[in-house]
């Protein structure tokens, strides 16, 4: 069972024990980078499967004020990140099917969820697609890794 919580700092040593392929840190960065990035506006979020610390995200309620792509009234999903352990398995994609719902019960002032998605990550593209997420007709050219798909899940 997949169980999602706000990220506090008594999470902060296992979440720093989380880690990714390397291959995958141009996509997410690491856990020390996405702990750093927390403040009033960018919410920390841990996933749990059976009790178990299986990975972490980020939800920005500044995101629409930051990203011209997403509208007044978005929340951003950032650095989403599986352990490397754990992936393979489903979680990831049962966890962003359960963001939604999350969302709507924590954050209830947003009426949408944008992210983007290196066009070069097609299996992470494919994970938010079970999701319900869909991709927007544009492609942000801002990140470090290259082009990305803008995806947005509409309530």
């Known amino acids: 069972m997949i169980n999602i919580d706000v990220m506090t700092p008594k999470h902060f040593d296992d979440v720093r024990n989380l880690k990714v392929n390397p291959d995958q ?26 009790n178990i610390l299986v990975g972490c995200f980020l939800l920005d309620k500044s995101y629409s004020r930051d990203y011209d792509f997403a509208p007044k009234g978005a929340l951003g999903l950032r650095a989403y990140l599986v352990d490397h352990k ?25 009426s949408s969820i944008f992210l983007t998605v290196n066009c070069k ?17 544009s492609l942000y050219h801002g990140g470090t890794a290259g082009p990305q798909y803008v995806m947005k899940f509409v309530f």
Request: net charge negative.
């Open 25 to 50: 840190i141009p996509f997410v960065g690491t856990t020390k980078e996405i702990i750093e990035k927390i403040n009033d506006q960018v919410i920390g979020h841990v996933i749990y499967e059976n």
């Open 121 to 137: 990550n097609p299996t992470a593209k494919k994970c938010y697609e079970s999701g319900g997420f869909i991709e927007t007709e």
């Open 86 to 110: 754990q992936q393979g398995k489903g979680i990831g994609t049962r966890a962003v099917q359960v963001i939604p719902s999350f969302v709507t019960s924590h954050y209830p002032e947003f």
